[in-house]
């Protein structure tokens, strides 16, 4: 049976995320430590990156053939993209299992997308 590769996009509020306590926050980076060691282990580790606040975030247009920069996130939404995991499963049913472990889940969430086989699709 051949894999799939995901994107785990992990999208929380960050503004509830800058109250937890150190302690709290502690033990989120723990959480976080320990599911990237499972990933490991079990060979579906392909990447992961932290993003930084969406305070440092830039934004760009281009309209009628001018580039429009704004400080900011391309949309006002209540919780914010700041991090992923790129991972191999089998299929959609293990990339939610893998999801179900991110420690943000439980006050954020996490977008699932397949990554696009290009081989597969004849490179479209």
Request: glycine share 8%; aromatic share 8%.
């Amino acid at each position: 049976m051949n894999s799939m590769r995901y994107l785990l996009m992990i999208c929380s509020d960050e503004n509830e995320e800058a109250k937890l306590s150190p302690e709290a926050m502690g033990e989120l980076m723990q959480g976080y430590g320990l599911l990237e060691t499972d990933l490991r282990e079990s060979n579906a580790f392909i990447g992961s990156e932290r993003l930084q606040p969406i305070s440092t975030s830039t934004t760009i247009r281009i309209r009628n053939g001018k580039t429009l920069t704004t400080d900011g996130p391309f949309a006002e939404t209540k919780e914010q993209f700041g991090g992923y995991y790129l991972i191999e499963a089998a299929d959609l049913d293990a990339a939610i299992a893998w999801a179900e472990k991110i420690p943000t889940v439980t006050y954020g969430s996490v977008e699932i997308r397949p990554i696009w086989d290009e081989a597969a699709e004849g490179g479209h």
